[in-house]
Each structure stands twice: as C-alpha cells, then as structure tokens.
C-alpha cells in the first residue's frame, strides 16, 4: 500500500525560505510522477510542481517557477520541495501527491495518491 507523508511545513515570514520533505512508501516509484499541490482555504488545489521518479524531469507551475524546486532522493524514497522568497500568497496547505505514467500531470485527478498535507504560512 503506497503511503506518503509530508513534513517541514511552518510559519516563516515573507522573502524566508523552507522545505517541505514527501517520504514514500509501499512499493517502487520509478515510472511515478511525484507531484506537490497546494490549497488555500477558499480555492481550488492548485498544482505547484512535480518530478518524474526515473529520469529526474521536472515541471513548475506559473506562480512558483524560479522559487521553488522539487527534487527527490531515490535512497531515502523521499521527495523534496525547496521554497525560497516565500510570499503571504504560498500560505497553504501543502500536499504530496503520485501518480505512475510517463508524463507529468498537472491536475489533481490524475493523481492516484496522496499524503494527509503540511500547512505552510507566510506572514508579511
């Protein structure tokens, strides 16, 4: 049974960074896509960024491309999310995502995983 669990989620001031940590289990993910997506209270979930498992592909969505970065650590099964120059707007709850495929899905319904989510608050 495939597991997920996030960690590294706070309260940092606007311009701090901070990492979020996706630790995997339950099987072998290469030929996943790992993805991360965010909800504000109010708003729909929106995709942040994803990585491929095998091959190290990646894709960001609009609003954090040159912020964030995703990476993962196939020893530690784990997938990371580095957020710098934080914004009162990347206040969310955070969540891990994954999904096998060859391509790397941006909505949320293609994702047949999830963890339980991290809150991340940036105040101004």
């Known amino acids: 049974q495939v597991q997920l669990v996030e960690s590294g989620g706070g309260l940092v001031q606007a311009g701090d960074s901070l990492r979020l940590a996706c630790a995997a289990s339950?099987?072998?993910?290469?030929?996943?896509?790992m993805g991360w997506f965010r909800q504000a209270p109010g708003k729909k979930r929106e995709f942040v960024a994803a990585?491929?498992?095998?091959?190290?592909?990646?894709y960001y969505g609009d609003s954090v491309a040159g912020r964030f970065t995703i990476s993962r650590d196939n020893a530690k099964n784990t997938v990371y999310l580095q957020m710098n120059s934080l914004k009162p707007e990347d206040t969310a709850v955070y969540s891990c995502?994954?999904?096998?495929?060859?391509?790397?899905?941006?909505?949320?319904?293609?994702?047949?995983?999830w963890g339980q989510g991290t809150q991340v608050t940036v105040s101004s």
């Open positions: 995502a994954a999904t096998f495929g060859f391509t790397i899905p941006t909505m949320d319904y293609e994702y047949n995983y």
């Open positions: 990585i491929r498992w095998s091959g190290g592909n990646t």
């Open positions: 339950g099987r072998t993910f290469s030929g996943y896509t």
